[in-house]
């Protein structure tokens, strides 16, 4: 039976399964009369989470001037909604790195994604989106769907690796070749049976094509550049990732143009190593068997 988007998020949703507390954050987040002392409440039943929070909260990465142990005060400065994606940030990535593969490093993959997230934090702000968090979040999701691909379907996997290095098709075209549908599709699957905000589903669903997203083309079209500078910089997410190919109406949408690459790049690389340490420093990442 060929396997539909949903059929594969679903499979790798059991497979890499978040924590409780990582599901009650996203669905108090957006209630209208959620308090900071409800946040609280859940974020403290797992008091590892909540130290690395404080321990990000903190960090100059995110520039909220404050040193504060108390985590009522950093949920108050942060948001809930920012504290909802700052959660997510961090559990996805345990969730996901400890799983064996047999046809991508973990590593490699999640400094890709790390790489790209912070990327889109400093075109976010070049933008002058309020919402940095939420974009930082959706570069580091934006190629979740690949995971998924190469644990639930490796072997067709590597038909799209051999499609790709025999016929030099870029990979999302071979995917659609080979499986009927793409890693961003995956992807937006995924986040939608995690029940994330269509601001992050759409984001990720369309970061290779961001004139295609009705709702939400500036944050797709930050993500898609990042993406790209990702790969430029180095940081490329399997041992193919390395086709650059920046869509026209990324820069029409946001209004920046080709010459900023080396600027983000240079601002990039200066707090890469900090997210690296907040995010990947502690994570056990299972290698390419």
Known sequence: MKLKPVDVAKRIKNLASLPD???KINEVANEPFTSTQDMKQIIETDPALAAKLLQIANS???GYSMETDDLNRAIM?????GLRDLVWATCSISSF??????IVDMRTFWEHSLYAATASKVLANK???ISQDRIFLCGLLHDIGHLALYHVMPEEMEVAFARVLDTDERLSLAEKNVFGFTHSTIGYALLELWKLPENITQTVRYHHQPGKCEDHRLDAAIVHIADNIAKIAGKKGNYLDSDIHFDKNAWKITGLTDKIIDSV????EEQYQTAVSLYLKDISMAPAA
């Open 21 to 23: 507390v990582c599901i």
């Open 60 to 62: 100059p990465f995110y």
């Open 77 to 81: 400065l942060i948001g809930t909604q």
């Open 97 to 102: 790195a400890k799983l064996d593969n047999s």
């Open 127 to 129: 933008c002058h989106v």
């Open 265 to 268: 790049i240079q601002i990039t």
